[in-house]
């Protein structure tokens, strides 16, 4: 089994509830995808807040503030 930690509540509920909701039409076939891996059991999505998003670090320009905070969560350390 897959963890991926995910910071948005919404995405993880809508991807839990069979119901198609009228909001995710631009999504749905990643949406259908989804769901289907996570009831074989593959993936299960895990709330991470947004601040503890250790795959910023990699994907978003950030303060250095933020980046050095991030850079010493996943251990590298400045030379």
């Not at 963890?3 to 509830?17: G, P, T």
């Amino acid at each position: 089994m897959t963890k991926i930690f995910i910071d948005n509540q919404a995405v993880i509920a809508i991807s839990k509830d069979p119901v198609c909701h009228g909001k995710t039409k631009n999504f749905n076939i990643k949406l259908y995808f989804l769901r289907e891996i996570q009831q074989n059991g593959e993936v299960i999505l895990v709330y991470c807040k947004s601040e503890d998003q250790l795959a910023d670090l990699f994907t978003k320009p950030l303060l250095v503030s933020k980046f050095e905070l991030l850079r010493q969560k996943i251990g590298v350390c400045r030379s």
